[in-house]
């Protein structure tokens, strides 16, 4: 079994806990799972009007046609998800026959105030559904950013969370295989 995971965060911020969960999840992925990480910096807001994709837009596009799953790291903005993350489906949702994203399995996760960032992957979940993306429904992984489960880097030090990225990750192989048939 060979995966190859594009990993998309919401957050622009290096030292966003949202990226931490990610690079926890890169690090910690199971035998055969690759995980990439995106880098959304210079992705502009998704406009029509724009007669050539800009070079890093290219990039993300090319790197989700390779992926044979995406893994969401969800901020919570204002009780839904960050405008980064929505604006890179919103390009990737352009190509010809949604191509990029119809059928492409997917796992979410997220670290935020109070609830994680449960309003926000939800709301992301309906986003998928539009698309046609296939969203692994269980486990879910929602920290808790201001407990002390992170490092000042945004780095994941919780025992408990890192066991639920992990078991995420499992679970996303097997969405991904089973799609895969």
Known sequence: MSINVLAICGSLRAKSTNRGLLRYAQAHAPDGMKIHLADL???????????????????????????????????????????????????????????????????IMGAGGGMGTSRAQYHLRQVCVYV????????????????GSFDNDGNLTDEKIQGMVRKQLDALAKWQQQLAR
């Open 41 to 107: 910096q210079d992705v502009p807001f998704y406009n029509a009007d724009l007669a050539e994709k800009p070079a890093a837009v290219k990039q993300l596009l090319k790197q989700i046609g390779e992926a044979d799953a995406l893994l969401f790291g969800c901020p919570e903005y204002n009780y839904s998800l960050a405008p980064a993350l929505k604006n890179a489906i919103d390009w990737a949702s352009r190509e010809p026959d949604n191509q990029l994203l119809t059928g492409k399995p997917v796992a």
């Open 132 to 147: 046609n993306l296939y969203p692994l429904n269980q486990p879910e992984v929602f920290a808790n950013a201001f407990t």
